[in-house]
């Protein structure tokens, strides 16, 4: 596996010297979950999830007990602090 | 001690006004003082001024009304920290509270703290987390065992009624059976996870943890259910767990599958476990020793390739730009979790890796349902050895993957497992054992839970602080 690559897809900083300690362990767990080409699977439908349910929806609507109240407002903009120095 | 008596006793006595809920809460605030510093449990406290007020005027209206209760991190708390055990989420306060928090927090139940845990639900320890590790309370040497070890401290030392804890892999059963109390992993769709911090989309479950399978009842009552805002919640109707629960489990199977215990198993254990299932045949369960689930031998790899993948998924959000810090606040374990999914994910590994994984998780499937053919439950035990020394796992991650062995094929195939405690090894320290059952199958786990600790004394043991 090249670590490099894998830390950059997953956007994951590494420290010096943590790119061997991974490349190190992967290689341990890759062959530990290596078992899983024993099971024959030729023909087996994936299970993503195990509900058997489809479909389900619900009205689109907002429960406004369940929130915090919005931010500061002026106007219909949210007041925000600001960005650019004053000067 | 009022913390001993069970949630129908202690709402008999707030009922008649024998008690108060601050009653509840200054014993639980005592033993906090007592041995939360030194065992490392809480991440967040509640103001207790406000608990107190809050508890005087707690109408008594429900088992769980006044009763002080804790969350493990995972669960958006409005008002309130939540961390899920990281750094990425330090003073993280939610706009919102999870499903289940509201639904406690309307029967009357009192939050004591947040709890620690092993960071995003990553880890059998409660060492993978920014908050140190939490302690054995019977053997301070050792780990709570995890993720949700702060929980099952709590329990053990009496600082709270109950706790609610997330088990994806194992993160229930695991510090329950090492704490030596009692927990639930649910049916997968039974209690909403909406507002609970995600670890593995399809896997993670929200559970109840006490003192006894009776509490895990009462609690389970008011936490199940489907919610409009958890579309894989599921809308089988709740059963009143508790009016069932002393019919006892005469003439039930109860089946001991051959692959759990044999070398591997620590022969203490498997010998304390042989200890419950004559207790088991007493009460009158039958007992069949030719149950084989060889799926055993796929059980780590086919949840260390669906954990990780859905995990570096979920973690993706976690971007330190618009709430939260940056992810070089990830733990090295929670990196490595992450990139083990994010490649098993990618563009010439998919097929390889997740896709079977998911094809395994059929035949898993299907190896549970043909079990189920043939006897009720399934006892199994929950970890190969007692709880483990500081350190030990943590530094090795193929020990703490294997550590995991008895539990992750229950998540894989969303069935419920109830984690009880069973024994105690030579050395003092706490064995469990979990039955498993069919998917929607609680009440009945609830049964064989609650006839096995009528006849026992092992889930009313305490440790020495």
Redesign the interface.
């Known amino acids: 596996?090249d670590?490099a690559y894998?830390?950059k897809?997953?956007?994951?900083?590494l420290?010096p010297g943590?790119e061997a300690?991974?490349q190190k362990?992967?290689e341990?767990?890759l062959k530990?979950?290596?078992?899983?080409?024993?099971?024959d699977?030729l023909g087996?439908?994936?299970?993503?999830?195990?509900?058997g349910?489809v479909n389900?929806?619900?009205?689109d609507v907002v429960d406004p007990s369940?929130?915090?109240p919005p931010p500061k407002s002026n106007n219909g903009y949210f007041t925000v602090p600001s960005i650019f120095d004053a000067s | 001690m009022l913390l001993e008596n069970t949630l129908t006793q202690l709402h008999a006595q707030l009922k008649s006004r024998q008690i108060s809920a601050g009653d509840l809460l200054n014993e639980c605030f005592d033993h906090i003082d007592k041995a939360d510093s030194g065992l490392n449990v809480f991440i967040t406290h509640t103001d207790r001024q406000k608990l107190l007020e809050t508890a005087q005027k707690t109408k008594i209206n429900s088992l769980l009304s006044g009763i002080p209760y804790v969350l493990k991190d995972a669960y958006n708390t409005?008002g309130l920290p939540t961390t899920a055990g990281s750094n990425v989420l330090k003073n993280y306060i939610s706009?919102?509270?999870a499903t289940l928090v509201?639904r406690l927090n309307k029967a009357g139940s009192l939050l004591l703290g947040k709890t620690n845990q092993d960071a995003w639900g990553h880890g059998a320890s409660t060492e993978n987390t920014d908050y140190g590790p939490t302690l054995n309370p019977w053997d301070q040497t050792r780990v709570a065992g995890g993720s949700t070890g702060g929980v099952a401290a709590a329990l053990a030392t009496r600082m709270a009624c109950y706790g609610i804890g997330e088990d994806t892999g194992g993160s229930i059963r695991n510090p329950a059976g090492w704490c030596g109390i009692s927990g639930l992993k649910v049916t997968?769709?039974r209690v909403s996870r909406y507002g609970a911090i995600a670890y593995a989309s399809?896997l993670d479950t929200m559970g109840p943890m006490a003192r006894s399978v009776e509490d895990l009842a009462a609690i389970l009552s008011t936490i199940a259910g489907q919610d409009?805002?958890d579309?894989?919640s599921?809308?089988q109707p709740v059963p009143d767990y508790l009016s069932k629960i002393s019919l006892g489990i005469k003439g039930k199977i109860i089946g001991i599958p051959k692959e759990y215990y044999s070398e591997g198993l620590d022969p203490e254990i498997k010998k304390i476990i042989g200890e419950a299932v004559k207790v088991f045949e007493q009460l009158g369960a039958k007992i069949d020793d030719q149950i084989s689930l060889p799926s055993l031998?796929?059980g780590?790899?086919?949840y260390?390739?669906l954990a990780p993948s859905e995990t570096?998924s979920n973690l993706?959000r976690y971007?330190g730009i618009r709430y939260g810090q940056d992810?070089?606040n990830?733990t090295?374990e929670t990196?490595?979790r992450?990139?083990?999914g994010?490649?098993a994910l990618?563009s010439g590994y998919y097929d390889?890796?997740y896709?079977?994984?998911?094809?395994?998780?059929?035949?898993i499937?299907k190896e549970f349902k043909q079990a189920f053919s043939k006897c009720d439950f399934l006892l199994c035990p929950i970890s190969a050895t007692p709880a483990t020394k500081l350190g030990e796992l943590i530094t090795d991650?193929?020990k703490n993957?294997?550590s995991d062995i008895y539990t992750v094929a229950t998540n894989t195939?969303?069935i419920p497992s109830l984690a009880i405690p069973c024994g105690f090894t030579k050395t003092g320290l706490p064995v469990g054992m979990q039955l498993q059952g069919p998917?929607f199958s609680e009440a009945e786990l609830f049964k064989a839970g609650y006839a096995y600790q009528q006849v026992t004394n092992w889930h009313h043991a305490q440790p020495n602080i």
């Open positions: 596996m670590v894998v830390a897809l997953a956007n994951l900083p420290n943590e300690k991974f362990q992967f341990e767990t530990t979950i290596a078992v899983i080409n024993e099971l699977t087996i439908e994936p299970t993503s999830q195990v509900t349910l389900i929806v619900r009205q369940r929130i915090l | 409005l706009p919102y509270s509201n997968y769709g399809s409009p805002y579309a894989t599921s809308p031998k796929y780590v790899a086919v260390y390739i570096s993706a971007d992810r070089s990830f090295f990196r490595r992450i990139m083990i994010t490649y990618s390889a890796y896709k079977k994984a998911q094809q395994a998780r059929t035949l499937i991650p193929v993957m294997l195939a969303g998917m």
